[in-house]
C-alpha cells in the first residue's frame, strides 16, 4: 500500500477524520499514564495531521510512513504551520534508528494494513523495543463488526471541487479482511480530470488477538477504548473504530 497518487488529495477526500477529537483523546491520556516526556513518534504518519497537531501542542514529533509521497506531503504542510518534525521514510516491519520514546502514536487504522499475525507481532515487538520504560503505545483499528455491516461489500462516492473517487470495498477470504479498489479523479490546471487508481489490502481481528500479540510482543498493560472516548473504556460493542493503549 503506497498512496502513491492518493496523497495528493488525501485530504480533502478525507478531511472529515476527527484529528481534534483524536488529539485531545491523546494528550488525557499522555496525562493519566504521566507521559511527561516530549518524545513521540507518529508512525503511519500519512500527510503529518496528527504530526502537526501533537508538535503544536508542545511534543517533539518524529513522523514515519512508508510513502514517500504522503511525506513530501506533510512537510510541506510543517513547514506552513512553521513546525520542526522529523519526517522519515520506513516499513514499520523494519522499525529501526530510534530509541528511549516517551509515546508511539498511529491513527487512522494503520495497523489494519499489517493483515498477517506474524507481522502484527513483529510491528509490536518493534514498537515496543523503541519506548523507553513505562512509554506507551496508542493505535486504532476498525472493529470487525463495524466493517462486516458498513464496509464489505460496498461502494462509496465523495466529490469536492478538485476531486472525486469512486471506493468499492471487496471483501476478503476472512472475517475483518477486504480489499479497496479506489478509482480518483484530479482536476489539473488546464481544468481537465487525470485518473489513477489505488488498490488496498485491510484486515482487523479481535480485541483478544490484539491483546495477545501486545502481549507476546512484551507489552502487560492493556486497555481498550470505544470511539476515542475516555468514558468508554472496555466499552467496544457498536463501535465502527476501537483504540489500544498498551504500555511497557
Same mark, same amino acid.
Given at each position: 500500500?503506497?498512496? *502513491?497518487?492518493?496523497? %495528493?488529495? %488525501?485530504?480533502?477526500?478525507?478531511?472529515?477524520? !476527527?484529528y481534534?477529537?483524536?488529539?485531545?483523546?491523546t494528550?488525557a491520556l499522555?496525562?493519566?499514564?504521566q507521559i511527561?516526556?516530549?518524545?513521540?513518534?507518529?508512525?503511519?504518519?500519512g500527510?503529518?495531521e496528527? +504530526?502537526v =497537531?501533537? $508538535?503544536?501542542?508542545?511534543?517533539?514529533?518524529?513522523?514515519?510512513d512508508?510513502s514517500?509521497?504522503?511525506?513530501?506531503? $506533510?512537510?510541506?504542510?510543517?513547514?506552513?504551520?512553521?513546525?520542526?518534525?522529523q519526517?522519515i521514510?520506513?516499513d514499520?516491519? *523494519?522499525?529501526?534508528?530510534?530509541e528511549n520514546?516517551?509515546?508511539?502514536? +498511529?491513527?487512522?487504522?494503520?495497523?489494519n %494494513?499489517i493483515?498477517?499475525? +506474524?507481522?502484527l507481532k =513483529?510491528?509490536?515487538?518493534n514498537?515496543?523495543q523503541?519506548?523507553k520504560?513505562?512509554?506507551?503505545?496508542?493505535?486504532?483499528?476498525?472493529a470487525?463488526?463495524?466493517?462486516?455491516?458498513?464496509?464489505?461489500?460496498?461502494t462509496?462516492?465523495?466529490m469536492t471541487e478538485? $476531486?472525486?473517487?469512486i471506493? +468499492?470495498?471487496? !471483501?476478503? *477470504?476472512y !472475517?475483518?479482511e477486504m480489499?479497496?479498489?479506489?478509482?480518483?479523479?484530479?482536476?489539473?490546471k488546464?481544468?481537465?480530470y487525470?485518473?489513477?487508481t489505488? %488498490?488496498?489490502? *485491510?484486515r482487523t481481528?479481535?480485541?483478544?488477538?490484539?491483546?495477545?500479540?501486545l502481549k507476546?510482543?512484551?507489552?502487560?498493560?492493556?486497555?481498550?477504548?470505544?470511539?476515542a472516548?475516555l468514558?468508554m473504556?472496555?466499552?467496544?460493542?457498536?463501535? !465502527? =473504530?476501537?483504540?489500544?493503549l $498498551? =504500555?511497557k
Amino acid at each position: 500500500m503506497m498512496y *502513491q497518487h492518493m496523497s %495528493y488529495v %488525501y485530504d480533502e477526500l478525507i478531511g472529515e477524520a !476527527p484529528y481534534d477529537e483524536w488529539l485531545q483523546f491523546t494528550l488525557a491520556l499522555f496525562r493519566k499514564h504521566q507521559i511527561n516526556g516530549k518524545q513521540v513518534v507518529d508512525v503511519g504518519a500519512g500527510t503529518g495531521e496528527m +504530526s502537526v =497537531r501533537l $508538535a503544536k501542542s508542545g511534543y517533539d514529533i518524529v513522523g514515519i510512513d512508508y510513502s514517500e509521497d504522503m511525506l513530501l506531503t $506533510a512537510e510541506e504542510k510543517a513547514k506552513k504551520h512553521n513546525i520542526k518534525i522529523q519526517w522519515i521514510q520506513q516499513d514499520l516491519l *523494519q522499525l529501526d534508528g530510534l530509541e528511549n520514546l516517551d509515546a508511539v502514536v +498511529s491513527y487512522l487504522d494503520v495497523m489494519n %494494513y499489517i493483515v498477517e499475525e +506474524s507481522d502484527l507481532k =513483529r510491528v509490536f515487538r518493534n514498537i515496543y523495543q523503541v519506548l523507553k520504560e513505562e512509554g506507551i503505545f496508542l493505535f486504532d483499528i476498525h472493529a470487525i463488526d463495524f466493517i462486516m455491516d458498513y464496509y464489505v461489500g460496498e461502494t462509496f462516492t465523495n466529490m469536492t471541487e478538485n $476531486a472525486a473517487y469512486i471506493w +468499492s470495498c471487496i !471483501p476478503g *477470504q476472512y !472475517p475483518g479482511e477486504m480489499y479497496h479498489d479506489l478509482t480518483f479523479f484530479v482536476k489539473e490546471k488546464n481544468e481537465l480530470y487525470r485518473k489513477f487508481t489505488e %488498490y488496498h489490502h *485491510q484486515r482487523t481481528y479481535s480485541t483478544e488477538i490484539y491483546k495477545y500479540l501486545l502481549k507476546e510482543a512484551g507489552f502487560q498493560n492493556i486497555e481498550i477504548y470505544g470511539d476515542a472516548s475516555l468514558e468508554m473504556e472496555n466499552c467496544i460493542e457498536d463501535v !465502527p =473504530r476501537i483504540f489500544f493503549l $498498551a =504500555r511497557k
